[in-house]
Protein backbone atom coordinates (compact mmCIF):
# COMPACT_ATOMS: atom_id res chain seq x y z
CA UNK A 1 0.00 0.00 0.00
CA UNK A 2 1.17 3.45 -0.68
CA UNK A 3 2.19 5.76 2.18
CA UNK A 4 -0.67 8.15 3.47
CA UNK A 5 1.05 11.18 1.49
CA UNK A 6 0.74 8.88 -2.11
CA UNK A 7 -1.71 11.08 -3.26
CA UNK A 8 0.01 14.11 -2.60
CA UNK A 9 3.00 12.35 -4.08
CA UNK A 10 1.31 12.71 -7.17
CA UNK A 11 -0.48 15.72 -7.00
CA UNK A 12 2.84 17.35 -6.70
CA UNK A 13 4.22 15.94 -10.18
CA UNK A 14 2.16 18.80 -12.02
CA UNK A 15 4.17 21.64 -13.37
CA UNK A 16 3.98 25.05 -11.52
CA UNK A 17 2.95 27.04 -14.74
CA UNK A 18 -0.28 25.21 -15.77
CA UNK A 19 -3.87 26.13 -16.06
CA UNK A 20 -4.99 27.03 -12.81
CA UNK A 21 -8.27 25.38 -13.86
CA UNK A 22 -6.81 22.07 -15.11
CA UNK A 23 -5.07 22.18 -11.57
CA UNK A 24 -7.79 22.13 -9.66
CA UNK A 25 -9.98 19.70 -12.17
CA UNK A 26 -6.67 17.06 -11.95
CA UNK A 27 -6.59 17.48 -8.36
CA UNK A 28 -10.06 16.91 -7.42
CA UNK A 29 -10.00 13.92 -10.27
CA UNK A 30 -7.05 12.07 -8.87
CA UNK A 31 -7.77 12.69 -5.50
CA UNK A 32 -11.39 11.37 -5.51
CA UNK A 33 -10.09 8.16 -7.79
CA UNK A 34 -7.45 7.69 -5.48
CA UNK A 35 -10.59 7.74 -2.16
CA UNK A 36 -12.33 5.30 -4.27
CA UNK A 37 -9.85 2.70 -4.86
CA UNK A 38 -8.59 3.12 -0.79
CA UNK A 39 -12.31 2.85 -0.23
CA UNK A 40 -13.25 0.36 -2.31
CA UNK A 41 -10.09 -1.92 -2.75
CA UNK A 42 -10.88 -3.40 -6.15
CA UNK A 43 -8.98 -7.03 -6.92
CA UNK A 44 -6.42 -5.99 -10.43
CA UNK A 45 -9.03 -8.22 -12.21
CA UNK A 46 -11.39 -5.78 -11.37
CA UNK A 47 -9.39 -3.20 -11.98
CA UNK A 48 -8.91 -4.23 -15.39
CA UNK A 49 -12.50 -5.30 -15.46
CA UNK A 50 -13.03 -1.06 -15.04
CA UNK A 51 -10.41 -0.39 -17.71
CA UNK A 52 -12.12 -2.74 -20.07
CA UNK A 53 -15.72 -1.66 -19.59
CA UNK A 54 -14.80 2.09 -20.28
CA UNK A 55 -12.53 0.70 -23.41
CA UNK A 56 -15.15 -0.72 -25.09
CA UNK A 57 -17.73 2.35 -23.67
CA UNK A 58 -15.29 4.48 -26.11
CA UNK A 59 -15.34 1.73 -28.92
CA UNK A 60 -18.73 1.72 -29.18
CA UNK A 61 -18.93 5.43 -29.56
CA UNK A 62 -18.74 7.42 -33.10
CA UNK A 63 -20.26 10.32 -34.76
CA UNK A 64 -24.00 8.79 -34.11
CA UNK A 65 -23.82 6.64 -30.79
CA UNK A 66 -22.28 8.01 -27.45
CA UNK A 67 -22.13 5.80 -25.02
CA UNK A 68 -20.16 7.95 -22.63
CA UNK A 69 -23.43 10.68 -22.94
CA UNK A 70 -26.12 7.63 -22.11
CA UNK A 71 -23.31 6.66 -19.53
CA UNK A 72 -23.27 10.01 -18.18
CA UNK A 73 -26.68 10.44 -18.45
CA UNK A 74 -27.54 6.62 -16.34
CA UNK A 75 -25.40 7.99 -13.55
CA UNK A 76 -27.68 11.31 -12.96
CA UNK A 77 -23.89 12.86 -13.89
CA UNK A 78 -25.51 15.23 -16.84
CA UNK A 79 -28.77 16.18 -14.58
CA UNK A 80 -26.12 17.21 -11.90
CA UNK A 81 -23.93 19.50 -14.72
CA UNK A 82 -27.34 20.55 -16.02
CA UNK A 83 -28.97 21.86 -12.59
CA UNK A 84 -25.10 23.90 -11.35
CA UNK A 85 -25.46 25.24 -14.69
CA UNK A 86 -28.95 26.00 -15.17
CA UNK A 87 -29.95 27.91 -11.98
CA UNK A 88 -32.65 29.71 -13.11
CA UNK A 89 -33.51 32.97 -11.22
CA UNK A 90 -35.64 35.00 -13.06
CA UNK A 91 -38.31 32.51 -14.30
CA UNK A 92 -36.65 30.99 -17.41
CA UNK A 93 -38.32 27.31 -18.41
CA UNK A 94 -35.89 24.53 -16.78
CA UNK A 95 -33.42 22.58 -18.80
CA UNK A 96 -32.72 18.98 -18.74
CA UNK A 97 -30.32 16.88 -20.28
CA UNK A 98 -29.39 16.93 -24.03
CA UNK A 99 -29.14 13.57 -24.47
CA UNK A 100 -26.89 10.57 -26.52
CA UNK A 101 -29.66 11.41 -29.75
CA UNK A 102 -29.31 14.76 -31.27
CA UNK A 103 -27.82 15.07 -34.26
CA UNK A 104 -26.58 18.88 -36.05
CA UNK A 105 -27.74 20.02 -39.52
CA UNK A 106 -31.24 19.03 -38.92
CA UNK A 107 -33.75 20.34 -41.72
CA UNK A 108 -34.85 24.06 -41.55
CA UNK A 109 -38.74 24.10 -41.84
CA UNK A 110 -41.23 26.73 -42.10
CA UNK A 111 -44.19 27.15 -38.85
CA UNK A 112 -46.47 24.42 -39.34
CA UNK A 113 -44.32 21.83 -41.32
CA UNK A 114 -44.88 17.68 -40.56
CA UNK A 115 -41.31 16.49 -39.05
CA UNK A 116 -42.46 12.46 -39.94
CA UNK A 117 -41.52 11.90 -43.15
CA UNK A 118 -42.78 7.71 -42.28
CA UNK A 119 -46.04 6.46 -41.94
CA UNK A 120 -47.58 5.75 -38.93
CA UNK A 121 -47.66 7.07 -35.45
CA UNK A 122 -50.45 9.51 -34.01
CA UNK A 123 -50.82 12.48 -35.16
CA UNK A 124 -49.64 15.44 -33.41
CA UNK A 125 -49.75 19.42 -33.30
CA UNK A 126 -47.61 21.50 -30.92
CA UNK A 127 -47.44 25.19 -30.61
CA UNK A 128 -47.06 27.82 -28.47
CA UNK A 129 -44.15 31.09 -27.86
CA UNK A 130 -40.98 31.72 -26.62
CA UNK A 131 -40.67 35.02 -24.16
CA UNK A 132 -38.63 37.17 -22.34
CA UNK A 133 -39.29 36.66 -18.87
CA UNK A 134 -41.42 39.86 -19.00
CA UNK A 135 -44.24 38.38 -21.15
CA UNK A 136 -42.94 39.77 -24.46
CA UNK A 137 -42.72 38.07 -27.45
CA UNK A 138 -38.77 36.51 -28.87
CA UNK A 139 -39.49 36.64 -32.90
CA UNK A 140 -37.04 35.13 -34.71
CA UNK A 141 -36.06 32.45 -31.67
CA UNK A 142 -34.61 29.13 -32.75
CA UNK A 143 -36.18 26.03 -32.11
CA UNK A 144 -34.09 22.83 -32.88
CA UNK A 145 -36.36 19.49 -32.51
CA UNK A 146 -36.07 15.48 -32.45
CA UNK A 147 -38.24 12.92 -30.60
CA UNK A 148 -38.20 8.95 -31.24
CA UNK A 149 -40.84 7.47 -33.33
CA UNK A 150 -44.00 5.07 -32.41
CA UNK A 151 -41.45 2.25 -32.20
CA UNK A 152 -39.03 4.64 -29.53
CA UNK A 153 -36.60 4.69 -31.58
CA UNK A 154 -34.11 8.31 -33.08
CA UNK A 155 -33.77 8.34 -36.77
CA UNK A 156 -29.72 7.84 -36.04
CA UNK A 157 -30.36 4.82 -34.71
CA UNK A 158 -31.78 3.19 -37.37
CA UNK A 159 -30.46 5.22 -40.78
CA UNK A 160 -31.03 2.17 -42.52
CA UNK A 161 -34.86 2.07 -42.18
CA UNK A 162 -35.93 5.99 -41.33
CA UNK A 163 -35.97 8.40 -43.73
CA UNK A 164 -33.08 11.28 -43.45
CA UNK A 165 -34.12 13.92 -41.48
CA UNK A 166 -37.62 11.63 -39.65
CA UNK A 167 -38.67 14.06 -36.86
CA UNK A 168 -36.53 16.14 -37.05
CA UNK A 169 -36.60 20.02 -37.67
CA UNK A 170 -35.72 23.83 -37.05
CA UNK A 171 -38.36 26.59 -36.66
CA UNK A 172 -38.02 29.92 -36.05
CA UNK A 173 -41.01 31.95 -34.51
CA UNK A 174 -42.99 33.86 -36.27
CA UNK A 175 -43.00 38.16 -35.28
CA UNK A 176 -45.58 37.02 -32.04
CA UNK A 177 -42.88 34.60 -31.05
CA UNK A 178 -45.07 31.68 -32.14
CA UNK A 179 -44.32 28.30 -33.22
CA UNK A 180 -45.42 25.45 -34.21
CA UNK A 181 -45.21 22.64 -36.26
CA UNK A 182 -46.78 18.54 -37.34
CA UNK A 183 -45.26 15.28 -35.77
CA UNK A 184 -46.72 12.43 -34.71
CA UNK A 185 -46.78 10.52 -30.92
CA UNK A 186 -43.78 10.51 -29.21
CA UNK A 187 -43.23 7.28 -27.50
CA UNK A 188 -41.72 6.30 -24.42
CA UNK A 189 -38.28 3.65 -25.05
CA UNK A 190 -35.52 2.45 -23.68
CA UNK A 191 -32.20 3.71 -23.69
CA UNK A 192 -29.85 1.56 -25.96
CA UNK A 193 -29.41 -1.78 -23.83
CA UNK A 194 -26.79 -3.19 -26.18
CA UNK A 195 -23.75 -2.07 -25.10
CA UNK A 196 -21.54 -1.27 -21.98
CA UNK A 197 -24.23 1.29 -19.99
CA UNK A 198 -27.30 -1.65 -20.84
CA UNK A 199 -24.66 -4.17 -19.00
CA UNK A 200 -24.47 -1.58 -16.11
CA UNK A 201 -28.03 -0.75 -15.99
CA UNK A 202 -28.68 -4.77 -15.87
CA UNK A 203 -25.99 -5.34 -13.15
CA UNK A 204 -27.54 -2.96 -11.28
CA UNK A 205 -31.35 -4.24 -11.48
CA UNK A 206 -32.28 -0.63 -13.29
CA UNK A 207 -34.49 -0.45 -15.86
CA UNK A 208 -33.55 1.67 -19.07
CA UNK A 209 -36.74 3.30 -19.98
CA UNK A 210 -37.01 7.03 -20.54
CA UNK A 211 -40.93 8.51 -20.65
CA UNK A 212 -42.40 9.58 -24.13
CA UNK A 213 -40.93 13.42 -24.58
CA UNK A 214 -39.70 15.82 -27.46
CA UNK A 215 -36.18 17.33 -27.21
CA UNK A 216 -36.03 21.23 -27.78
CA UNK A 217 -32.61 23.73 -28.06
CA UNK A 218 -34.02 26.89 -28.10
CA UNK A 219 -31.90 30.13 -28.53
CA UNK A 220 -32.22 34.13 -29.70
CA UNK A 221 -29.62 36.70 -29.47
CA UNK A 222 -29.85 37.94 -26.21
CA UNK A 223 -30.59 35.30 -24.34
CA UNK A 224 -29.40 32.06 -22.72
CA UNK A 225 -29.96 28.87 -24.65
CA UNK A 226 -31.78 26.79 -23.57
CA UNK A 227 -31.91 22.87 -23.60
CA UNK A 228 -34.86 21.09 -22.55
CA UNK A 229 -37.86 18.42 -23.19
CA UNK A 230 -41.53 18.54 -23.03
CA UNK A 231 -42.76 15.08 -21.10
CA UNK A 232 -45.99 13.50 -22.25
CA UNK A 233 -48.30 14.02 -19.16
CA UNK A 234 -49.23 10.57 -18.10
CA UNK A 235 -46.84 8.36 -19.04
CA UNK A 236 -45.42 4.96 -17.33
CA UNK A 237 -42.21 6.18 -16.41
CA UNK A 238 -42.21 9.75 -15.40
CA UNK A 239 -41.50 8.52 -11.81
CA UNK A 240 -39.11 6.80 -12.96
CA UNK A 241 -36.78 7.92 -15.92
CA UNK A 242 -33.57 6.10 -16.05
CA UNK A 243 -31.62 9.09 -17.12
CA UNK A 244 -33.26 11.38 -14.02
CA UNK A 245 -34.46 13.84 -16.56
CA UNK A 246 -38.06 14.89 -15.81
CA UNK A 247 -39.02 18.24 -14.37
CA UNK A 248 -42.59 18.35 -13.39
CA UNK A 249 -42.43 21.87 -14.86
CA UNK A 250 -42.07 20.33 -18.39
CA UNK A 251 -45.04 18.01 -17.95
CA UNK A 252 -47.20 18.28 -20.56
CA UNK A 253 -51.01 17.21 -21.55
CA UNK A 254 -51.02 15.76 -24.83
CA UNK A 255 -55.14 16.41 -25.77
CA UNK A 256 -56.67 13.67 -27.71
CA UNK A 257 -59.47 15.00 -29.89
CA UNK A 258 -61.65 12.52 -31.09
CA UNK A 259 -64.22 14.83 -32.81
CA UNK A 260 -65.54 14.11 -36.00
CA UNK A 261 -65.94 17.75 -36.86
CA UNK A 262 -62.51 18.61 -35.59
CA UNK A 263 -60.60 15.62 -37.50
CA UNK A 264 -62.00 17.19 -40.99
CA UNK A 265 -60.99 20.39 -40.08
CA UNK A 266 -57.61 18.91 -40.36
CA UNK A 267 -57.67 17.19 -43.21
CA UNK A 268 -57.32 13.79 -40.98
CA UNK A 269 -59.18 10.53 -40.68
CA UNK A 270 -58.09 10.00 -37.41
CA UNK A 271 -57.91 11.31 -33.76
CA UNK A 272 -54.87 13.44 -33.08
CA UNK A 273 -53.26 15.16 -30.11
CA UNK A 274 -52.44 18.66 -29.71
CA UNK A 275 -49.96 19.91 -26.98
CA UNK A 276 -48.84 23.35 -26.53
CA UNK A 277 -46.25 25.31 -24.40
CA UNK A 278 -44.66 28.79 -23.47
CA UNK A 279 -41.26 28.75 -23.34
CA UNK A 280 -39.39 31.77 -21.59
CA UNK A 281 -35.63 32.40 -22.30
CA UNK A 282 -33.67 34.36 -19.44
CA UNK A 283 -31.49 37.57 -20.87
CA UNK A 284 -27.87 36.32 -21.67
CA UNK A 285 -26.53 38.79 -18.82
CA UNK A 286 -28.00 36.67 -15.73
CA UNK A 287 -25.79 33.46 -15.89
CA UNK A 288 -22.92 35.67 -15.56
CA UNK A 289 -24.26 37.50 -12.54
CA UNK A 290 -25.89 34.81 -10.62
CA UNK A 291 -24.56 33.39 -7.53
CA UNK A 292 -23.33 30.24 -7.17
CA UNK A 293 -26.31 28.25 -4.65
CA UNK A 294 -25.84 24.50 -3.62
CA UNK A 295 -26.95 21.90 -5.82
FE1 LIG B 1 -34.85 11.44 -26.06
Not at 80 to 97: F, H, M, P, Y
Not at 136 to 155: K, T
Not at 276 to 288: D, S
Request: aromatic content about 10%; overall charge negative; some cysteine.
Amino acid sequence: MPTANFTDIVLSRMGADIDPRLREVMTSIISHVHAIVREVEPTQEEWFQAIMFLTRTGQLSDDVRQEFILLSDTMGVSMLVDAINNRKGQGGTESTVLGPFYAAGSPELPLGANIAREPGGQPCFLSGHVRAPDGSPIAGARLDVWHSNSHGFYNVQQLDTQPSGNLRGVFHTDADGRWWFRSIMPSSYPVPEDGTVGNLLRAMGRHAWRPAHVHFIISAPGFQSLTTHLFVNGDTYLDSDAVFGVKDSLIVDFVRHMDAREIAERGLSEPFYTAEYEFVLEPATVAASREAVAV
